[in-house]
């Protein structure tokens, strides 16, 4: 058996996967196949659409940027259409600053396509060419960096640099005291990883052995003091801070258990639920993304055509797995405390031919409906 403990302020999580390599499924045998929950697969879930406060996004605004949170109570997004105004096609968005609770927004002032907003307030905006275009060519943008609420200063893009969404600023994919030039392709083995300055950064190492390849992770503190796992080190784009737990959290695909990492003591595992990891290794469209949350683990389940009942959101807390809203979604982003989640859910069937609608959505899984 696994198991894994999910810290969190408020509580202490203890998840246990039955799975083992090889061990049978016999209980669920058949039940990837049908379109409909079967009675074995229900067991492993509790149906909780209705329990949890959720708010819907006006649509008034049309969104053309990443949706971050300013705080636990504003979302912050590029908008092309406003109440009483629609960007023409040479104008700029409008960031704005919207209230999920009462749906009041304020207009920030900045103009252009938000591309980071981190809980410390340090934020970044791309402005230039056509905003409904993605341009190859890193000189058709100018690149804006600064203090939510201050004037921004111009920065420039490096090649072969990424922004780290808890950083809001230009990060190079290289380990810095690689060579360069016909070693390049060696940085695809060994990264280096910027964490928030107080966590110092990450560098991945690899030794080539003849039976294989052998990964290592170091952990370099500000200090210059270090500590060293045996572990392979995260994609820099699909790794975040949990501010509520002073952790970072990796999302990978599901044939893999996400990993979160604890700056004092590195890496721990996070098992699959049983269910979902059935589903996992019997339907290969079958996917989903591991989301931390104060209350637990949410799960974003997306299913193959035919089987979109299925999907949904699930939230593994205190030993119970609760699906807490169907649909699939996009990309979910948590509030700095953790108890929030927005993000662009199409209910339904997502394979019908004509147009799919999708929602903007925040479910407040800290606060159960009255």
């Not at 949990?242 to 970072?248: D, F, K």
């Not at 055509?305 to 299925?310: A, E, F, M």
Request: charged share 25%; aromatic share 12%.
């Amino acid at each position: 058996m696994r198991c894994s403990i999910f810290i969190s302020i408020t509580a202490i999580f203890f998840f246990c996967s039955s799975v083992m390599a090889g061990e049978s499924f016999s209980d669920l045998e058949g039940s990837v196949e049908s379109k409909e929950f079967t009675s074995a697969e229900k067991r492993y879930f509790i149906d909780a659409t209705d329990r949890y406060k959720k708010y819907t996004i006006r649509d008034e605004f049309k969104a053309r940027s990443i949706i971050a949170w300013l705080d636990n109570d504003r979302i912050v997004f590029s908008a092309r259409r406003l109440p009483g105004w629609e960007a023409k096609s040479d104008e700029p968005s409008r960031i704005i600053a919207l209230n999920v609770t009462t749906r009041d927004y304020i207009d920030s002032g900045y103009r252009g396509r938000l591309f980071c907003l981190n809980h410390l307030g340090d934020m970044m905006i791309r402005q230039g060419g056509n905003e409904e275009i993605n341009y190859s060519s890193i000189e058709k943008y100018e690149w804006l960096i600064g203090k939510w609420g201050d004037d921004l200063s111009h920065t420039q893009r490096p090649v072969d640099s990424v922004i780290p969404n808890y950083l809001c600023r230009f990060s190079s994919k290289r380990n810095r005291n690689l060579p360069t030039g016909n070693e390049v392709s060696i940085s695809n083995l060994n990264r280096r990883i910027e964490l928030l300055p107080e966590h110092g950064y990450l560098q991945e190492e690899i030794e080539r052995t003849s039976n294989g390849e052998m990964h290592t992770v170091k952990m370099v503190k500000s200090d210059g003091s270090s500590n060293i796992f045996s572990e392979k080190a995260p994609q820099p784009l699909f790794f975040y801070f949990q501010p509520w737990a002073g952790n970072y959290i990796e999302k990978v695909a599901l044939r893999h258990e996400p990993r979160i990492f604890h700056p004092i003591s590195g890496f721990s595992s996070i098992p699959i639920p049983r269910l979902l990891e059935y589903w996992s290794l019997n339907s290969p469209s079958m996917a989903a993304n591991a989301i931390g949350t104060r209350a637990g683990i949410l799960w974003d389940v997306h299913q193959g055509n035919g089987h979109w009942k299925k999907q949904g959101f699930y939230l593994e807390t205190s030993g119970r797995l609760l699906k807490v809203e169907n649909g699939r979604g996009v990309y979910a982003v948590v509030s700095p405390d953790g108890c929030r989640i927005v993000d662009s859910v199409v209910r339904g069937d997502p394979y019908r031919t004509g147009s799919k609608p999708y929602t903007w959505l925040v479910i407040d899984i800290c606060n159960l409906k009255q």
